[in-house]
């Protein structure tokens, strides 16, 4: 098992985690003057998500 792919994973779901987090909550994020939709925070929680369940089952 290679350290990398354990940081990466634990990484990845933290930050799917977070993205979790702003859509249970409802909190809303304003870049530059423009609000950011919730719907990029289920693909930000989706797509690491998965990632990290995939670096974490491949780690075998």
């Known amino acids: 098992?290679?350290?990398a792919v354990v940081v990466s994973a634990v990484f990845?779901?933290?930050v799917a985690f977070l993205h979790l987090l702003r859509l249970v909550f409802a909190v809303g994020?304003?870049?530059g003057?423009?609000?950011v939709p919730m719907?990029?925070?289920v693909l930000?929680?989706?797509v690491?998500?998965?990632l990290a369940v995939w670096l974490w089952?491949?780690?075998r």
């Open 29 to 31: 994020i304003t870049v």
């Open 39 to 41: 719907w990029a925070s």
């Open 33 to 35: 003057g423009t609000a």
């Open 12 to 14: 990845l779901m933290l």
């Open 48 to 50: 690491p998500g998965g």
């Open 57 to 59: 089952r491949s780690r």
């Open 44 to 46: 930000a929680c989706v």
């Open 1 to 3: 098992m290679k350290p």
